[in-house]
């Protein structure tokens, strides 16, 4: 994800130690039920789309932002689907380390044609459920919780 300008001026002074940082990420359907995916240029992972709230934006047009700038797909956030701690930190190539408290929503597509739009992503598509390409874990478990109306948290494993 590009590092929003906020971040940038607390790295000036914080370095790379790790900040625990907001997070959101969209689970968007189109009117066929397919998910939109985007391969990410950082790791070359397929992943649902997500990022950083600016300060003061609220979580749900946040992730209606992201999608938008990631995408060109415009969507209305639905409901929350997930909120959890990310268990690991990330370290990114340039030394600076992150870890987030992820907002998970479903959302659903309202218009614009899934492309490339911005540096973010590799490729974009809409995919069948049943022809995910190979994810982590954590993103299929969104997916999942996004096809439900189950609880809008996650326990994890070996956690009280």
């Given at each position: 994800?590009?590092?929003?300008e906020f971040i940038r001026r607390i790295r000036a002074t914080a370095g790379h130690q790790l900040l625990y940082l907001p997070g959101v990420s969209a689970v968007v359907f189109d009117e066929d ?79 614009g044609e899934a492309r490339v739009n911005d540096e973010e992503s590799l490729e974009v598509g ?35």
């Open positions: 994800m590009a590092t929003p039920g397919r998910v939109l995916l985007g391969r990410r240029a950082d790791t070359g992972n397929w992943s649902i789309i997500g990022g950083i709230p600016e300060p003061g934006e609220q979580p749900a047009a946040a992730v209606q932002r992201e999608v938008e700038e990631e995408t060109a797909v415009r969507c209305v956030a639905e409901r929350v689907v997930l909120v959890q701690a990310l268990e690991e930190p990330i370290t990114y190539p340039n030394g600076d380390i992150c870890q987030y408290m992820d907002i998970c929503f479903r959302c659903r597509v309202t218009g809409w995919f069948g459920l049943d022809a995910l390409p190979p994810m982590e874990e954590s993103v299929v478990t969104r997916i999942k919780q996004a096809t439900g109306d189950g609880p809008t948290w996650f326990e994890g494993i070996g956690r009280g």
